[in-house]
Protein backbone atom coordinates (compact mmCIF):
# COMPACT_ATOMS: atom_id res chain seq x y z
CA UNK A 1 0.00 0.00 0.00
CA UNK A 2 1.60 3.64 -1.03
CA UNK A 3 2.18 5.90 1.87
CA UNK A 4 0.62 9.27 2.90
CA UNK A 5 3.74 10.12 2.86
CA UNK A 6 4.87 9.42 -0.84
CA UNK A 7 1.73 10.73 -1.68
CA UNK A 8 2.36 14.04 -0.35
CA UNK A 9 5.76 14.19 -1.57
CA UNK A 10 5.04 13.24 -4.92
CA UNK A 11 1.95 16.05 -5.14
CA UNK A 12 4.62 18.60 -3.86
CA UNK A 13 6.99 17.48 -6.66
CA UNK A 14 4.08 17.60 -9.23
CA UNK A 15 3.04 21.20 -7.57
CA UNK A 16 7.05 22.29 -7.89
CA UNK A 17 6.76 21.28 -11.52
CA UNK A 18 3.83 22.91 -12.76
CA UNK A 19 5.08 26.18 -11.39
CA UNK A 20 8.36 25.36 -13.00
CA UNK A 21 6.65 25.21 -16.26
CA UNK A 22 4.36 28.19 -15.82
CA UNK A 23 7.42 30.14 -15.10
CA UNK A 24 9.29 28.77 -17.94
CA UNK A 25 5.52 29.50 -20.27
CA UNK A 26 5.11 33.09 -18.87
CA UNK A 27 8.93 34.04 -19.35
CA UNK A 28 8.55 32.73 -22.93
CA UNK A 29 5.43 34.54 -23.57
CA UNK A 30 6.90 38.11 -21.96
CA UNK A 31 9.96 37.46 -24.95
CA UNK A 32 7.47 37.17 -27.58
CA UNK A 33 5.10 39.78 -26.69
CA UNK A 34 8.54 42.02 -26.29
CA UNK A 35 9.62 41.24 -30.04
CA UNK A 36 5.96 41.76 -31.24
CA UNK A 37 6.09 45.14 -29.82
CA UNK A 38 10.00 45.85 -31.07
CA UNK A 39 8.71 44.78 -34.46
CA UNK A 40 5.61 46.90 -34.05
CA UNK A 41 7.80 50.21 -33.05
CA UNK A 42 10.32 49.68 -35.85
CA UNK A 43 7.41 48.89 -38.98
CA UNK A 44 5.54 52.07 -37.53
CA UNK A 45 8.89 54.64 -37.29
CA UNK A 46 10.01 52.95 -41.24
CA UNK A 47 6.57 53.30 -42.27
CA UNK A 48 6.98 57.17 -40.87
CA UNK A 49 10.91 57.45 -41.57
CA UNK A 50 11.24 55.23 -45.07
CA UNK A 51 7.54 56.88 -46.46
CA UNK A 52 7.63 59.16 -49.69
CA UNK A 53 7.19 61.93 -47.42
CA UNK A 54 9.92 60.88 -44.90
CA UNK A 55 11.99 61.03 -47.11
CA UNK A 56 11.20 63.97 -49.16
CA UNK A 57 11.48 65.99 -45.75
CA UNK A 58 14.61 63.97 -45.26
CA UNK A 59 16.47 65.63 -48.18
CA UNK A 60 14.19 69.15 -47.50
CA UNK A 61 16.17 69.14 -44.16
CA UNK A 62 19.66 68.37 -45.94
CA UNK A 63 19.43 71.13 -48.61
CA UNK A 64 18.63 73.64 -46.18
CA UNK A 65 21.65 76.18 -45.97
CA UNK A 66 23.06 79.07 -43.78
CA UNK A 67 25.94 80.87 -43.09
CA UNK A 68 25.81 80.85 -39.21
CA UNK A 69 22.91 80.63 -36.35
CA UNK A 70 21.71 84.00 -36.39
CA UNK A 71 21.56 82.94 -40.59
CA UNK A 72 19.66 80.15 -39.66
CA UNK A 73 17.16 81.27 -37.41
CA UNK A 74 15.78 84.00 -39.77
CA UNK A 75 15.94 81.39 -42.25
CA UNK A 76 14.42 78.69 -40.26
CA UNK A 77 13.40 79.31 -36.75
CA UNK A 78 10.52 78.83 -35.38
CA UNK A 79 9.50 82.94 -35.64
CA UNK A 80 9.87 82.68 -38.56
CA UNK A 81 9.28 79.61 -40.23
CA UNK A 82 6.72 77.13 -38.68
CA UNK A 83 6.63 74.71 -41.61
CA UNK A 84 10.85 74.39 -41.53
CA UNK A 85 10.34 74.05 -37.36
CA UNK A 86 8.04 71.66 -37.64
CA UNK A 87 9.59 69.27 -40.23
CA UNK A 88 13.30 69.76 -38.60
CA UNK A 89 11.90 68.93 -35.30
CA UNK A 90 9.33 66.23 -36.78
CA UNK A 91 12.36 64.76 -37.92
CA UNK A 92 14.25 65.04 -35.05
CA UNK A 93 12.05 63.16 -32.37
CA UNK A 94 12.05 60.69 -34.58
CA UNK A 95 15.82 59.75 -34.21
CA UNK A 96 15.90 61.13 -30.63
CA UNK A 97 13.10 58.86 -29.75
CA UNK A 98 14.85 56.04 -31.51
CA UNK A 99 18.25 56.49 -30.00
CA UNK A 100 16.80 56.42 -26.67
CA UNK A 101 14.84 53.24 -27.08
CA UNK A 102 17.91 51.55 -28.49
CA UNK A 103 19.93 53.42 -24.95
CA UNK A 104 17.49 51.40 -22.79
CA UNK A 105 17.68 48.34 -24.97
CA UNK A 106 14.18 48.31 -26.46
CA UNK A 107 15.91 48.02 -29.63
CA UNK A 108 19.21 46.95 -30.80
CA UNK A 109 21.61 48.03 -32.96
CA UNK A 110 21.33 46.67 -36.26
CA UNK A 111 17.99 47.02 -36.49
CA UNK A 112 18.44 50.78 -35.60
CA UNK A 113 20.83 50.66 -38.49
CA UNK A 114 18.63 48.93 -40.59
CA UNK A 115 16.06 51.41 -40.22
CA UNK A 116 17.83 54.81 -40.74
CA UNK A 117 21.34 52.68 -42.68
CA UNK A 118 23.15 56.18 -42.92
CA UNK A 119 20.06 58.84 -42.72
CA UNK A 120 21.03 59.57 -39.04
CA UNK A 121 24.60 59.97 -39.94
CA UNK A 122 23.90 62.36 -42.07
CA UNK A 123 21.17 64.23 -40.60
CA UNK A 124 23.60 64.75 -37.20
CA UNK A 125 26.49 65.57 -39.08
CA UNK A 126 23.87 68.17 -40.79
CA UNK A 127 22.61 69.61 -37.74
CA UNK A 128 24.98 69.06 -34.77
CA UNK A 129 26.56 72.66 -34.33
CA UNK A 130 22.10 73.65 -35.08
CA UNK A 131 21.48 71.38 -32.32
CA UNK A 132 24.49 72.32 -29.90
CA UNK A 133 23.76 76.25 -30.32
CA UNK A 134 19.93 75.15 -29.37
CA UNK A 135 20.92 73.30 -26.62
CA UNK A 136 23.25 76.12 -25.08
CA UNK A 137 20.72 78.90 -25.98
CA UNK A 138 17.27 77.12 -25.17
CA UNK A 139 17.17 73.82 -23.88
CA UNK A 140 19.59 72.38 -21.81
CA UNK A 141 22.47 69.38 -22.25
CA UNK A 142 20.10 66.70 -22.27
CA UNK A 143 18.02 67.96 -25.19
CA UNK A 144 18.52 65.66 -28.21
CA UNK A 145 20.61 63.42 -26.58
CA UNK A 146 19.40 60.25 -27.97
CA UNK A 147 20.15 61.88 -31.52
CA UNK A 148 22.97 62.45 -30.06
CA UNK A 149 23.40 58.89 -28.74
CA UNK A 150 21.89 57.31 -32.42
CA UNK A 151 24.50 59.04 -33.66
CA UNK A 152 27.36 57.38 -32.16
CA UNK A 153 26.24 54.11 -32.02
CA UNK A 154 25.48 54.19 -36.03
CA UNK A 155 28.73 55.76 -36.60
CA UNK A 156 30.50 52.31 -34.50
CA UNK A 157 28.25 50.28 -37.02
CA UNK A 158 29.13 51.80 -39.54
CA UNK A 159 33.03 51.78 -39.16
CA UNK A 160 32.61 47.82 -38.28
CA UNK A 161 30.83 47.44 -41.54
CA UNK A 162 33.34 49.48 -43.85
CA UNK A 163 36.36 51.18 -41.31
CA UNK A 164 37.11 53.59 -44.21
CA UNK A 165 33.48 55.05 -44.51
CA UNK A 166 33.14 58.77 -43.93
CA UNK A 167 30.26 60.94 -44.51
CA UNK A 168 30.46 62.90 -47.56
CA UNK A 169 30.35 66.78 -46.98
CA UNK A 170 28.05 66.91 -50.20
CA UNK A 171 25.35 64.83 -48.47
CA UNK A 172 22.54 66.24 -49.68
CA UNK A 173 23.43 67.99 -52.85
CA UNK A 174 24.98 66.94 -56.60
CA UNK A 175 28.35 68.49 -56.74
CA UNK A 176 29.43 67.95 -60.13
CA UNK A 177 33.22 66.36 -61.18
CA UNK A 178 35.11 69.56 -62.36
Not at 34 to 63: H, P
Not at 73 to 82: A, I, P, Q
Request: charged share 30%; hydrophobic share 40%.
Amino acid sequence: MVDLVVLQSVSYVAAAIGVCIATFYYAMNLRATDRNRRIQLVSQLSQFMLSEEGMKRYFELLNMEWKNFDDFERKYGSDFNLEATAKRYASWQNYDHLGKMLKKGMINAEDAYDLTSDGVLFQWHKWESIIVELRKRYNGEEWMSGFEFLNIEMSKLRRQREPSYKVPETFGKYIPDK
